[in-house]
């Protein structure tokens, strides 16, 4: 068995972002830019107004008071979207709103509250600065500057940047497609009538969920009953995509025909077992350089095992720069116990309390239950070297959930 650390090692050592495809700015959501992108204007183009209220000089409304208000003639009405006709000159305002761009003569906007319209003029009822409400030509953006880094994560705001200089596409890190199979004579389909001694394929769903929760493309083999040629068929098929998961027949039971029908199918096998709980027999190799997850067939067991390994791969073969979730420290709230030599992922829930954050376990921490998995937010990450941690001490918890 080789370590969590050896593991991860050498399956990133294995895994290379994948190419380049252009989308629109709407479809780059979520997904990590593959090109530098530089402003071809300045943004704001034009000094405009960053109220409603009236264009006005400087000098003409600084001593403005509410005792000794400032009347100035209003010589246009200027709406954003439009240019102004008129200079403002001495005396004059020009009636302005939000965006609409700063007339000829005018070096500051009064907002419209501070003031009272009056019949072809208007009132001043305060003091502004030099400048004030007027938002500057190139504040935001400058033409030639670099706004969007490749590798950098397209977010809402990004999108928006995008759509404020002009790009309607953009290149993009491909999403790879992932093949999922799932191997057992016991298993059935979701919709399939439950037979003496068959369970639903849960990972089938599972992992196609935790495949595109990734961004990836998932694409489901199906089941494969505990027949070598139906095995290795279907992982032929599988071969097709970017990279191949198997769930279950990795072991080395009578039945486990998975690592069999690989070998034969090319597969080089960089290691097998891991020395983690859940999720010891996993094995990892590859054909023709894509990557080949063998994880185990229980449902919490798998889960584990893709978060630990695949997840971080599918991330990085995207361009993703954070491809690990986040670790936090908890306050444990009850003793755990656990065998030496394996590093133990525990199912927990985390919960803020106070000025710290606090941790328990879900309940049953057994490789076949998946409810372990529905009620965690978290993982604890117990060390090899460990037998016992007490309540009250800290311990490191993976995130698992985005909106923590």
């Excluded at 999720?279 to 798998?302: E, H, R, W």
Aim: proline share 5%; net charge neutral.
């Amino acid at each position: 068995m080789i370590t969590v650390e050896e593991a991860l090692d050498k399956i990133l050592s294995h895994i290379q972002p994948l190419g380049f495809e252009k989308v629109s700015i709407l479809e780059a959501l979520g997904r990590v830019i593959a090109e530098d992108i530089y402003a071809p204007r300045d943004i704001p183009p034009l000094d405009n107004s960053g109220m409603d209220g009236y264009a006005v000089r400087y000098e003409d409304v600084k001593q403005a008071t509410s005792n000794h208000p400032i009347r100035l003639e209003v010589i246009e009405d200027l709406p954003a979207g439009f240019i102004p006709s008129k200079t403002v000159e001495k005396g004059q305002a020009i009636r302005i709103m939000t965006g609409a761009p700063i007339p000829k003569g005018a070096d500051a906007v009064v907002p419209v509250e501070d003031t009272k319209k009056g019949d072809g003029s208007v009132l001043v009822l305060t003091s502004i600065s030099l400048g004030e409400h007027i938002r500057r030509a190139g504040e935001d953006v400058k033409k030639g500057e670099g706004v969007i880094s490749a590798g950098d994560l397209v977010r809402p705001a990004e999108i928006g940047m995008l759509a404020s200089i002009g790009r309607s596409f953009v290149k993009v890190y491909q999403r790879p497609l992932v093949s999922i199979l799932c191997t057992g004579e016991e298993l059935v389909d979701v919709d399939e009538g439950l037979g003496e001694g068959k369970i639903v394929s849960s990972n089938s769903y599972t992992l196609t969920a935790q495949v595109r929760d990734c961004g990836a493309i998932p694409i489901q083999l199906g089941i494969a009953k505990d027949q070598k040629e139906e095995i290795k068929e279907k992982l032929r098929q599988g071969t097709r995509a970017d990279v191949l998961i198997s769930s279950a027949g990795i072991s080395i039971g009578d039945y486990d025909f998975v690592r069999g029908a690989l070998s034969e199918l090319g597969m080089e096998m960089v290691f097998w077992k891991v020395a983690m709980k859940p999720g010891k027999p996993l094995a990892f190799g590859t054909i023709n350089k894509k990557p080949v997850f063998g994880l185990p067939g229980n449902p919490a067991s798998s889960m584990v095992s893709f978060e630990q390994f695949v997840r971080p791969s599918l991330l990085k073969m995207m361009g993703h720069r954070q491809i690990f979730r986040p670790i936090i420290e908890a306050i444990l709230k009850e003793d755990i116990r656990k065998d030496p030599g394996r590093r133990h992922f525990i199912r927990s829930f985390v919960s803020f309390e106070k000025d710290h954050y606090s941790v328990t376990m879900t309940g049953s921490q057994g490789s076949g239950i998946l409810r372990s998995m529905v009620r965690a937010n978290g993982l604890i990450v117990i060390p090899e070297d460990r037998e016992v941690v007490r309540a009250g001490e800290k311990v490191k918890v993976q995130i698992l959930d985005r909106n923590f």
